[in-house]
């Protein structure tokens, strides 16, 4: 029941389903250890000795050899959730990163003319699709900012400003996951989005 006293519609219910289905299935569904693990441990090296890896202390079969490694900030988050929280932390933090990812894209495809229902149901279906890849690993940080910059691209087009969150947002994202080269890629279909409406308008 809303504030005012009145039951909820049918679209707000898509739409609360669409928001708290996922936190729910992150917080029941069990934690894997696979690469999670060697993240909290990587982050608490850092921590203790107060500088990046910069050599493998991990693989025997390369330990001491140079090591880039690049997701260096996400471990450190990992980390100190870890020593907050222990594992039940990085739990809530799952589910605090899934519920972040679910509540821009379904605000970024309101901003974009959908309608409640729809942008829910479409959030829910992009929310199953991408669920196995959806464990605590670096990538789910980065999967965040992925939605964070569509997000401030569809508001920047009424408010030009918000775009220039996307300059700390590549440089937090080069510390995050490999994959921030999709922040340019994004940056590229946008800005082809925007040009072909303002060529073919100016030619009629």
Same mark, same amino acid.
């Given at each position: 029941?809303?504030?005012? !006293? ?17 936190? /729910?299935? /992150?917080?029941?569904? &069990? ?16 921590? /203790? ?30 980390? =100190? ?8 932390? *990085?739990?809530? =933090? $799952? ?5 972040? #990812? ?5 605000? #970024? %495809? $309101?901003r974009a003319g959908l ?7 479409? #959030?829910?279906? /992009?929310?199953?699709?991408?669920? &196995?890849?959806?464990? =605590? ?7 965040? *900012? ?10 920047? $087009?009424?408010?030009?400003? +918000?775009?220039? *969150? ?5 440089? *937090?994202?080069?510390?995050?996951? !490999?994959?921030? &080269? %999709?922040?340019? !890629? #994004? %940056? @590229? ?6 040009? +072909?409406?303002?060529?073919? @308008?100016?030619?009629?």
């Amino acid at each position: 029941m809303s504030s005012d !006293g009145r039951l909820p519609t049918l679209a707000e219910a898509w739409q609360a389903t669409a928001l708290l289905l996922p936190v /729910a299935v /992150a917080l029941a569904v &069990p934690l894997s250890a696979v690469d999670l693990a060697y993240a909290v441990r990587a982050g608490q090296l850092m921590l /203790a000795e107060g500088q990046v890896l910069r050599t493998d202390p991990f693989t025997f079969t390369a330990g001491g050899d140079p090591w880039l490694n690049q997701q260096w900030l996400a471990q450190i988050v990992f980390a =100190l959730i870890h020593e907050a929280g222990g594992w039940p932390g *990085l739990v809530v =933090l $799952r589910a605090v990163l899934v519920g972040l #990812t679910v509540a821009l894209l379904l605000d #970024t %495809l $309101r901003r974009a003319g959908l309608d409640r229902r729809l942008a829910a149901i479409l #959030t829910l279906g /992009a929310f199953l699709l991408a669920a &196995p890849a959806l464990a =605590l690993r670096a990538q789910l940080l980065a999967v965040v *900012l992925f939605s964070l910059t569509n997000w401030a691209l569809t508001v920047g $087009r009424r408010k030009p400003a +918000v775009r220039w *969150l996307l300059v700390p947002l590549a440089a *937090l994202w080069a510390n995050v996951h !490999g994959t921030f &080269p %999709l922040l340019l !890629g #994004t %940056l @590229a279909v946008a800005w082809l989005a925007e040009l +072909v409406p303002a060529v073919s @308008a100016g030619r009629s």
